[in-house]
């Protein structure tokens, strides 16, 4: 089946701030969960790398637009840095973290590229994970006031809001499985934490729609379709605890104000002491929902200690990326469909898909990356089979704009259709960039 877009499609790549920006120290810019991570714990990163310079685009932006330009970009999305706006994580204002958002979304205007801001996309003020970071009640409150704090200044140009980036990653990557900020191993607060990021999700919407009007308001989750390892009874219920656990601790809170009734029994004696009902101020209205997707799920049952007596199949003769995620369009289009079926979103928004692969170096200016070309062609082609079908796919942004500081994978992990020099910081589009321009132009429908 070949790719077919409405014109209104919206073509863009996603970035976050840590990530790319470097300029850790520059211009009064506050410590960050991951400043902290990456410098207190180095042996968890590979290479024992950090995002104190990444991508430099602190300093590169205007060169980055230029790129976004010529490729033919629609929008972009980016993540602003908490601790460059609020050093303190509340309170005093950075007026020169502040400038540098607003000359990065002018220059995006000019050059009629949308900005797509992010609040949150990982990167706390370390001085509020000091005082308890997510686990602390007070985290809903600073977070609106961070949210109001930024759309007062950028609401008038800003043309999608983000409230939180995968928030299923912060809660429980962070929290239960320690390989995040703060690095913790506990259900119970990795439950917490998930309730205080829906209750300030649901603190910033009407903050951002009151500042920002003219703008759509939105969150992005990572999403995993889940698949069960065999036709049996138990593996069909792995199934449907794993995607509670997955999908539904947060799709439910956001689209029905509550909590799924059938995990709240099961985790009965894993959840903090919250007030679960409060969960129906998440609920606050969305323009759209951001679906990040790299992988499904295949499941089988196992017996455990923990509730979801779940184990994840590999699929030992699938293509995978170097990540080892199998490539399974397929679950992107089953996702997509089973979110308009359940859930009926106004829109839906691609806010990150993509692949990191062993590109090899630039050779005659250009990197030759052709699994990844393929990779974006057959997931492209499952967003316009779920748009067949009804699906309200407003957009797509490509992940990533740049190669960049891949969280605890370092620099070894290249997910960019833009090569980065680990040295000089030189741009070099990869192929993959060329025929992502192509399809945006139209020319590349297979």
Not at 172 to 181: D, I, L, R
Not at 208 to 213: F, I, S, T
Not at 287 to 302: C, K, P, Q, S, W
């Amino acid at each position: 089946m070949g790719m077919s877009f409405p014109d209104s499609f919206l073509w863009g790549a996603a970035t976050s701030s840590y990530q790319i920006e470097g300029a850790v120290q520059e211009d009064g810019r506050g410590e960050s969960v991951w400043d902290r991570f990456c410098h207190t714990l180095p042996h968890k990163i590979a290479g024992q790398d950090t995002g104190d310079i990444a991508c430099d685009h602190y300093h590169r932006y205007r060169e980055d637009v230029a790129l976004m330009r010529e490729l033919g970009l629609r929008a972009y999305r980016f993540s602003i840095a908490w601790p460059r706006i609020l050093p303190e994580g509340i309170g005093r204002l950075n007026p020169a973290g502040l400038s540098f958002y607003e000359r990065l979304v002018d220059e995006l205007l000019q050059t009629n590229i949308k900005p797509f801001a992010t609040l949150y996309h990982w990167d706390l003020p370390q001085v509020l994970q000091d005082r308890g970071g997510w686990l602390n009640p007070a985290s809903v409150e600073w977070f609106a006031e961070y949210a109001d704090r930024v759309s007062r200044q950028l609401g008038d140009r800003v043309c999608g809001w983000i409230t939180h980036n995968e928030p299923w990653i912060v809660a429980f990557v962070g929290h239960f499985y320690g390989s995040h900020p703060p690095g913790l191993t506990d259900l119970k607060a990795a439950y917490q934490a998930a309730h205080h990021l829906l209750l300030a999700h649901g603190a910033a919407v009407p903050i951002l729609r009151r500042n920002a009007p003219r703008a759509e308001v939105g969150i992005s989750l990572n999403l995993n379709p889940i698949y069960p390892a065999s036709d049996s009874l138990e593996d069909q219920e792995a199934v449907r605890r794993q995607d509670d656990f997955l999908n539904r601790w947060f799709l439910d809170p956001l689209f029905k104000g509550a909590y799924p009734d059938d995990m709240v029994t099961l985790l009965q004696e894993w959840l903090p002491r919250i007030n679960l009902t409060d969960v129906q101020t998440a609920a606050a209205p969305l323009d759209f929902l951001g679906v990040n997707y790299y992988i499904r799920n295949v499941v089988a049952f196992e017996e455990s200690e923990l509730p979801l007596q779940v184990r994840h199949v590999p699929q030992e003769h699938a293509a995978a990326t170097a990540m080892g995620w199998e490539i399974f369009p397929q679950g992107l289009t089953d996702l997509l469909v089973r979110l308009k079926q359940e859930y009926a979103p106004a829109a839906i928004y691609i806010t990150e898909n993509g692949a990191a692969f062993d590109d090899p170096l630039p050779q005659n200016g250009v990197v030759e990356d052709p699994q990844r070309i393929a990779f974006l062609e057959v997931h492209l082609t499952a967003v316009a089979k779920a748009l067949a079908q009804g699906v309200p796919v407003k957009g797509y942004f490509v992940w990533s704009l740049t190669d960049n500081f891949e969280w605890t994978h370092g620099y070894e992990k290249r997910f960019g259709i833009v090569y980065v020099d680990p040295l000089t910081r030189d741009r070099v589009p990869k192929r993959s960039a060329h025929f992502y321009r192509q399809v945006i132009t139209g020319s590349a429908v297979p």
